[in-house]
C-alpha cells in the first residue's frame, strides 16, 4: 500500500501517473442510516472504477445518494462498508491523519456552493491549499495567479468573494480545487446556482482544466444536458449504479 503522507512528496497531485492508470477502485460500498426503528439503505453495493483521464458524470435526482457517495469517495464521513481505492491506496485501511493525506495529495472538491474564504480575496483562496501542501509562498501565489488567469479572472486577482458575481465565485472554487494538480477531482452540482449560461461556462472550464491536467473527474448532477458533455455517465437509482 503506498504510504499517503508522502505520496506526494516533492510533486504536487498525481502528475507522474500514466494515462489510463486507474485512480479510483469502489466495490461493495455501502452505507445504511438508522432512524427510530427503521434502517434506510442509502448505498447497497456500489462498484465503479474510474481512469487517469475520465471525466464521469454522476446522474440521479435528488435524494438518490449522489452527495452520500461522493462525500464516501471524499473520506469525509465514517459508516461505510466496502472498499474505496484511491490512487492504489486502501482507505478503509487509513487512520483519521492518513485519510487527511490522501484528501490532501490527490483530491479536489468542488461544491455547489463555492465556500470560498470571505476574508481573503481570490488569489489568497487558492494560495491557501498550495501552502497546506507545502509550497512556498512564491510558488503558490504564481500558481494561484496562472490558474486564476486561465479561468478569466486576472483583472479580479485582488477581489474578494463579495465583490464577485456568482459565477466569478465558482471559478476561484474551480481553480482552489485544481491548484495541487489532484488525481481526482469530486464535484456536487458544482453549476447548481448558476444561470444555463454562465454554468454551461464554468463547467466547459473545470472539465478543460481537468483534461490539461491529466486527472479524473466524478461530477455528480441532475442536468442530462450537463452530464452529456462528459466521457461516461453512471445513475444512481434507489442505492444502486445502472
Known amino acids: 500500500m ?15 501517473t500514466d494515462v489510463g492508470a486507474q485512480v479510483l477502485a469502489i466495490i461493495g460500498l455501502t452505507r445504511s442510516f ?6 434506510i439503505e442509502v448505498l447497497r453495493g456500489i462498484d465503479l472504477s474510474i481512469a487517469r483521464g475520465e471525466i464521469v458524470g454522476l446522474l440521479g435526482p435528488s435524494g438518490s445518494g449522489k452527495s452520500t457517495l461522493l462525500q464516501a469517495v471524499g ?6 462498508a466496502g472498499s474505496i481505492r484511491i490512487a492504489d491506496t486502501e482507505a478503509a485501511q487509513l487512520d483519521s491523519h492518513g485519510r487527511t493525506m ?12 463555492h465556500h470560498l474564504l470571505p ?22 501565489a504564481a500558481r494561484a495567479r496562472d490558474l486564476l488567469t486561465s479561468l478569466g479572472l486576472g483583472h479580479r486577482l485582488t477581489h474578494r468573494p463579495s465583490q464577485l458575481s456568482g459565477g466569478e465565485q465558482q471559478r476561484v472554487a474551480v481553480a482552489r480545487a485544481l491548484a495541487n494538480r489532484p488525481a481526482l477531482v469530486l464535484a456536487d452540482e458544482p453549476t447548481g446556482n448558476l444561470d444555463e449560461k454562465t ?35 453512471v445513475r444512481l437509482h434507489e442505492g444502486r449504479l445502472a
Open 199 to 233: 454554468a454551461d461556462i464554468v463547467l466547459a472550464e473545470l472539465l478543460r482544466l481537468v483534461r490539461e491536467q491529466g486527472g479524473a473527474a466524478l461530477i455528480a448532477t441532475h442536468n442530462e444536458r450537463l452530464a452529456a458533455k462528459m466521457d461516461r455517465v
Open 34 to 39: 438508522t432512524q427510530g426503528e427503521a434502517t
Open 119 to 140: 476574508d481573503f480575496n481570490a488569489t489568497e483562496n487558492v494560495v491557501l491549499p498550495l501552502l497546506i501542501h507545502g509550497a512556498t509562498k512564491a510558488e503558490a
Open 102 to 113: 490522501v484528501r490532501r495529495d490527490y483530491l479536489g472538491f468542488v461544491y455547489q456552493f
Open 2 to 16: 503506498n504510504d499517503p503522507s508522502g505520496a506526494a512528496r516533492g510533486r504536487p497531485g498525481f502528475a507522474g
Open 75 to 80: 473520506l469525509l464521513e465514517g459508516g461505510f
